[in-house]
């Protein structure tokens, strides 16, 4: 799944403010002998000893939540942006999309056309599509345009129904900064055409 960078930061942001996750609310305890989950997050978990150590050091005795929730919103979004943010952003941008075994899909592309994108994916790992039919029926109450706006407000997972997020959030500070450390990741990921956004 590829989403656009500038989005996934801004989930995050939303997302680690108020998650229940362990690796998020648990403060970090660098005396113990391994570093693993509920320590660092499950998605580092084969970062290097110095690097996990290093990590936890950052975050200054504070869990990973405590130290957002201590930002205001312009600082907030740059904590994520070099932390979780960045850790994404740097997995999409490093992944090989040139295995074909691998279906890719844009996470806008699949709120665009839920349905159609499950299908593809379906049919792309050779399910028939009588099988497709019936797993398709199975994934139609994930698609957020069937929520009601109770469902939306109670999830924990689900901050709006709008797709794209980062231009009522993204100061001029957090733009430079995020062309500073990515580059040309929008360009190579498709999202945009130069670097004038």
Known sequence: MIRDPRDVIISGYLYHKHCEEKWCTNR???NIASIGFPQIPHSQHARTAKWKAEY???L???SYQETINSLDQEDGIIFEMCNYGRWTTEAMRDWDYSNSRIKELKFEDIMGDFMGSFEQVFLHYGFPVSVTQGMLELVV???ITNLSDIDIS???HIHSRQTTKWK???SSRHKNLFKEMF???LIDLGYEKDNNW
């Open 28 to 30: 970090p305890d660098e």
């Open 56 to 58: 936890l050091r950052s």
């Open 60 to 62: 200054g005795g504070s």
């Open 141 to 143: 109450e994930e698609n």
């Open 154 to 156: 109670e999830s924990s």
């Open 168 to 170: 009522e959030y993204f």
């Open 183 to 185: 580059g040309n990741v």
